[in-house]
């Protein structure tokens, strides 16, 4: 935590369940500003929608998700479940939060510059030149400025991965939330994405990194979570979780990684 701030992200004994299968069994941690937390399991142990109930894509059945120090607030429905108590909060609490999915969801109607504008214009509503005039640098960033008028289908899936970034940069977030950027790219074009991420972690930016890339997460996190079957199995540094995991759980996973 720096100058006594509030954290980034706080997640308390949350728990979230699709129909009778139990995902998350009481997950808490703590993102502090600044801090790349790598989060690896195997498929099924609950990494993903661990993210997508940190930004209320999924509703969580129980536990408390705090975005800088304000608890959402969500509330019982009468069917079971919970709902948000106040949609508003929910809008105005994920501009703090960028989030980069598997699949990129850019529009395909808009170029990749339009892509990047269209969240700071109609929903942050801040004037359209100077949105594009931040766009232009992050595409930059990204190695993209000469494909700001290409449409998502005229560029490769790295490529568009990278416009994804952008587009959650522009939103100007506290906490960024990766869910296995590189997936469902090509091995050839990992690398390219993955030098962006490592820029931003260069760069003091605070992310969850939801991530297979093992040797990538030892080297850019400032600390690992090993998920397994909905609870954070093993917690710590790197070198650590990564490299000398004390639950045989983890250890058996990390291996297995190594081998494939």
């Known amino acids: 935590m720096i100058n006594g ?15 009778p299968l139990e995902v998350l069994k009481g997950v808490t941690l703590t993102a502090h500003d600044g801090e790349v937390i790598a989060i690896v399991g195997s498929s099924g142990s609950g990494k993903s929608t661990l993210l997508r ?65 269209e969240a700071p214009v109609h929903v942050q509503g801040r004037p359209k030149a100077e949105a594009t005039e931040e766009a232009l640098a992050l595409l930059d960033k990204v ?21 994804a970034i952008a587009r959650a940069l ?30 931003l972690a260069e760069e003091g930016r605070t992310m969850m990194l939801v991530t297979h890339e093992m040797a990538f997460a030892r080297e850019v996190a400032n600390r690992g979570i090993f998920l397994h079957q909905g609870r954070v199995e093993e917690e710590g540094p790197p070198a650590q979780v990564f490299g000398q995991p004390r639950s045989e759980r983890c250890r058996q996973f990390i291996s297995s990684q190594l081998r494939s």
């Open 143 to 163: 190695g993209l400025a000469d494909k700001r008028n290409h449409y998502p289908s005229q560029i490769s899936g790295g490529q568009a991965q990278r416009a």
């Open 5 to 19: 701030a509030q954290p980034a992200v706080t997640v308390e004994d949350l728990t979230k369940r699709f129909g």
């Open 53 to 117: 109930c940190i930004n209320m894509l999924e509703i969580p059945d129980g536990g408390t998700v705090s975005i800088a120090g304000e608890e959402i607030r969500l509330r019982e429905k009468r069917g079971g479940g919970r709902e948000p108590a106040e949609p508003a909060q929910i809008d105005r609490l994920r501009q703090k939060l960028g989030m980069v999915f598997q699949s990129f969801n850019l529009w395909s109607h808009l170029t990749v510059l339009e892509n990047v504008i």
């Open 170 to 199: 522009a939103m100007r977030p506290q906490l960024m939330l990766f869910d296995e950027p590189t997936s469902s790219l090509d091995p050839e074009l990992v690398g390219d994405v993955l030098r962006v991420i490592r820029t």
